[in-house]
């Protein structure tokens, strides 16, 4: 049974920085592109980087860029989101996602809450 | 920024057919992919590559993609349909992933 079990997320305050973690199971992880995609409360699902399966290739979504670092470590089968300069709109539900024609499996996510 | 377009919402009676669209410049080029998310659930992959089901999808969930528009077609729409709906796609460069803004279907 393929599991993405997300943590990390928490209160920081603006300007703060926190770490995801996504625990990846039941498939062969380093055959993957894994990304992440962020929810805000009430809002629609935005996508924020992505990881391609040797770590040879990253992306960001332009809101995050310069901020966020996505990494991932095939050993631990796991992926990681260090989120830098925390804003108040980067207040979200995380979501670990694999892809594999379309994001076919998610987490069940990690609220990241950034306010004073 | 490159945007993927839906309409906010969509109504339609039990047994009914409903259309979802998603307009995008890049469509030609890239596939599309749907999502479904039903309230305080995570989203679940409906369509993949523009048409495809995935296992476990039933048959009235159908994707079709012409020119800069895709349609998410669901035939005898049911109680549980009822969710938002997502598009999603990549910039003409692939290199960038893009959702919708989201389709709220609402089953009267």
């Known amino acids: 049974e393929v599991k993405l079990v997300e943590s990390g997320g928490g209160l920081v305050q603006p300007g703060g920085s926190l770490r995801l973690s996504c625990a990846a199971s039941?498939?062969?992880?380093?055959?993957?592109?894994m990304h992440w995609v962020r929810q805000a409360p009430g809002r629609g699902l935005v996508w924020v980087s992505r990881?391609?399966?040797?770590?040879?290739?990253?992306s960001y979504a332009d809101s995050v860029k310069g901020r966020f670092t996505i990494s991932r470590d095939d050993a631990k089968n796991t992926v990681s989101l260090q989120m830098n300069s925390l804003r108040a709109e980067d207040t979200a539900v995380y979501y670990c996602?694999?892809?594999?024609?379309?994001?076919?499996?998610w987490g069940q996510g990690t609220l990241v809450t950034v306010s004073s | 920024s490159y945007e993927l377009t839906q309409s906010p919402s969509v109504s339609v009676s039990p047994g009914q057919t409903a259309r979802i669209t998603c307009s995008g410049d890049?469509?030609?080029?890239?596939?599309v992919y749907w999502y479904q998310q039903k309230a305080g659930q995570g989203p679940l992959l409906v369509i993949y590559?523009?048409?495809e089901r995935p296992s476990g999808i039933p048959e009235r969930f159908s994707g079709s993609s012409s020119g800069t528009t895709a349609t998410l077609t669901i035939s005898g729409v049911q109680a549980k349909d009822e969710a938002d709906y997502y598009c999603?796609?990549?910039?003409?460069?692939?290199?960038?992933?893009?959702f919708g803004g989201g389709t709220k279907l609402t089953v009267l």
């Open positions: 039941g498939f062969t992880f380093r055959d993957h592109w």
């Open positions: 590559k523009d048409s």
């Open positions: 999603q796609s990549a910039d003409s460069s692939g290199t960038y992933v893009i």
């Open positions: 890049a469509l030609p080029k890239q596939y």
């Open positions: 996602v694999r892809s594999n024609y379309g994001f076919d499996f």
């Open positions: 990881i391609n399966h040797d770590e040879s290739s990253k």
